[in-house]
């Protein structure tokens, strides 16, 4: 059965700093590219990062750029999302999403963790 298990989402203060963990299992994980994407209300869902199955060439959308990073642990079948300066229009559900590097048929999203930036 696959699962992804996000966490590490909350309440902070502006420039605040949160990680998020998106834990899997059911697939093999060193197959897959993983992504975050965000949505907030009443907006569509945006891609946020990408790595690679490998963990190399990061990529991030231009609003994150220089605050956030994704990584992830292999070993652990675990990725993340390092984000830092936060801002309120960082606001959103956050998703990871896992996306086999060949078949990409195979794609698969956790349940999401809220992010709530705020003073």
């Known amino acids: 059965q696959v699962q992804l298990v996000e966490s590490g989402g909350g309440l902070v203060q502006p420039g605040g700093s949160l990680r998020l963990s998106c834990a899997t299992s059911?697939?093999?994980?060193?197959?897959?590219?993983m992504r975050w994407y965000r949505q907030a209300p009443g907006k569509e869902r945006e891609l946020v990062a990408t790595?690679?199955?490998?963990?190399?060439?990061?990529t991030y959308a231009d609003s994150v750029k220089g605050r956030f990073t994704i990584s992830r642990d292999n070993a652990k079948n675990t990725a993340y999302l390092q984000m830092n300066n936060l801002k309120p229009e960082d606001t959103a559900v956050y998703y990871c999403?896992?996306?086999?590097?060949?078949?990409?048929?195979?794609?698969?999203w956790g349940q999401g963790t809220q992010v709530t930036v705020s003073s």
């Open positions: 059911g697939f093999t994980f060193s197959m897959f590219v």
């Open positions: 999403n896992a996306q086999h590097r060949s078949l990409p048929v195979y794609k698969y």
């Open positions: 790595i690679s199955s490998v963990g190399i060439g990061p």
